[in-house]
């Protein structure tokens, strides 16, 4: 009688059939592979929807090699979200630039702005949409992370356009620039998410030269008619 086969491979033996097990690169090299795997996770499946596990297997490797990186599930998402924040914030800064004046330029710097923040959701798009456009709406973790960017975003605008107004001739928009100046960037941001949403979900029925052109009429018509 043969002796049974046994199911552990020898030290010699072929690898076996299955998932191959990943070099180990350590986790200050895994790390970027786990969040962007999580990325794309988060935005098909939502926070409830994506585990450890799923993580582990789109990137091609085993759990511990996950919770080497990140301890747990929540220190995991709070990294990818202020990887992802940073990105859009970055991006937005770009596209409002250093010497953006939105009053005084008035269509023209608001097409340009525009036109440069679709070019960024546009490019990067899935970070945009855990914010805009995640499965399900935004999780509470994103949802807060969102308002905290928003809300620096419109403090941002606001100062501008409070400086653009107090270097005018003359006032506008109702007096008082420190007054006036949140009400108009809470405006225009509004009007820039809808851009984005837009972009996101219209699969290429617009682009951003044209989406920004049109949200730049918008803009630019609607606050010098105020």
Known sequence: MSAPSRSRSGPGDPPRAGRRRAAHLGPAIRRPQVLDATLKLLVEHGYAGTSMGAIADAVGVTKPV???CYPSKRELFGALLEREEERIVAAIGSALGEEWKPVEESEEAYTQGFTALLTAARDAPDSWRIVFDSRGGP???VERRAREVRTLVVERLAAMIAAALEA?????????????????????????????????????????????????????????DL
């Open 139 to 141: 999780d509470p973790a």
């Open 66 to 68: 996950v919770y080497e």
């Open 168 to 224: 005018g001739d003359r006032p506008r928009h109702g007096g008082d620039p420190a007054r006036v100046a949140p009400v108009l960037a809470e405006m225009v941001v509004a009007i820039g998410e809808s851009g984005v949403r837009t972009m996101l979900t219209t699969e290429g029925a617009w682009t951003p030269v044209e989406l920004g052109s049109l949200l730049g009429r918008v803009a630019a018509r609607g606050i010098e």
